[in-house]
């Protein structure tokens, strides 16, 4: 049971419900639609009303200074990116930054505006400013640890290729009413139910845990709207340690996921050797040469449909059958890296991705989008010629 027993909830309006603890304790839980300025109006009308001492909002460290920053690409190092092998990373959160430009430019009001608004206050209150999110980055890893291969393609296909169509037909209004948003996570979880238990059950469970435990005398919660049924469930028991320890976890790849990658190495290192020691020398450097010119030249045409700079395609030409053999780094970085040394971005670069939302067609456009687009295409084209070579191989031991 929650340390100050299950509360009595009293609903005040769609956007907030009031819950009452003992020890006279109450929590005033807003969930917003992070659409509109309405959400940013409503949560001060709240906080002024109330009057908290304690205010918890939706938001872990990273997502705080992201939101305070007046752009996430600020001080942006790509190089850095790079070596640190965090550009699939960053892809991701250029793509969620996108995304919610879009958004902001069809409602008026950026996505986290409320959040950014309620710290505002805290520190213009001096109520005690409650950070009750996940991290991030650990949300992301368990997501993309636990969703199978197939919902990921169709997850990542979604935001790609439909994310701008479905914005532009989107019907603002409407996902500011709670049938609709709660429509929108059943559909959600329908589709994907894995990463929708990732992204929004185990988060209903870590927030309300956070907020169980730093509940000041009154309390204004900021979430959004589509975690608030699930957490209004689970206020009525206090969540124990083991709960959030185990979602507060990446799990481990599973042994397969470990070895599987140097499995495919080993074998064609193991093919070659074999063709030199049993005297199939001749086959042997055949299926070096085809290797070769088959794993280069689809990661060169990777490169060529990104746009890349002519070095760009000659050193994935070149590396893409070394790496292939080394799954500590794949042709995709290296690509990357000299794109961004043959072109570097310009000025008129950074201050196109952040100042607007990119459409995908614009990507060929922008010399850091690019980048993105080199290290994608390349990557693509590494893995498929590296299973197109496999069949040829195997002459070295019929032939």
Not at 119 to 147: C, F, P, Q, Y
Not at 211 to 224: D, F, S
Request: glycine residues 8%; proline residues 4%; positive net charge.
């Amino acid at each position: 049971m929650n340390q100050y027993g299950k509360p009595s909830i009293e609903t005040i309006n769609d956007e907030v419900h009031r819950l009452t603890f003992s020890e006279g304790r109450e929590l005033y839980l807003i969930g917003t639609a992070h659409v509109s300025k309405g959400s940013v109006l409503l949560v001060e009308k709240v906080i002024h009303e109330v009057k908290p001492d304690t205010i918890c909002v939706e938001l872990d460290d990273k997502r705080l200074k992201a939101i305070m920053k007046k752009n996430i690409f600020d001080d942006l190092d790509i190089i850095k990116i790079i070596r640190t092998k965090q550009l699939f990373y960053f892809i991701g959160q250029f793509i969620m930054s996108s995304f919610q430009k879009k958004m902001a430019q069809k409602t008026g009001s950026m996505p986290g505006a409320e959040f950014k608004r309620a710290v505002e206050l805290s520190n213009e209150t001096g109520a005690l400013l409650v950070l009750s999110d996940r991290d991030v980055g650990i949300t992301l890893k368990r997501a993309w640890r636990l969703t199978g291969f197939f919902d990921k393609i169709k997850f990542l296909g979604g935001i790609v290729a439909g994310g701008e169509k479905e914005l532009e037909d989107l019907d603002i209004e409407s996902m500011k009413n709670r049938d609709a948003i709660d429509n929108l996570i059943k559909s959600f979880g329908d589709e994907l139910p894995v990463t929708k238990e990732v992204l929004i059950d185990e988060r209903d469970v870590y927030l309300t845990s956070s907020i169980q435990r730093n509940l000041g005398g009154k309390t204004v919660a900021v979430v959004g709207a589509g975690h608030v049924p699930g957490m209004l469930k689970h206020f009525e028991n206090f969540i124990p340690d083991q709960k959030i320890e185990q979602i507060n976890s990446v799990p481990l790849p599973s042994r397969f996921a470990r070895t599987a990658p140097w499995i495919i190495p080993v074998v064609i290192i193991g093919v070659f050797t074999y063709g030199f020691m049993f005297g199939k020398r001749e086959l042997a450097g055949e299926a070096i040469l085809y290797w070769i010119l088959v794993n280069g030249t689809l990661t060169a045409i990777g490169c060529l449909l990104a746009r890349a700079h002519p070095l760009t395609i000659v050193a994935g030409f070149i590396a893409a059958p070394i790496t292939s053999l080394n799954p500590t780094i794949g042709a995709g970085f290296v690509t990357a890296l000299v794109q961004t040394f043959a072109l570097k971005p310009r000025v008129k670069d950074f201050e196109q991705i952040q100042g607007s939302a990119l459409k995908i067609r614009q990507w060929w456009s922008n010399r850091i989008t690019i980048i993105f687009l080199v290290f994608i295409l390349s990557s693509i084209g590494s893995s498929i010629g590296t299973f197109v070579a496999l069949p040829f191989l195997t002459r070295i031991f019929t032939g």
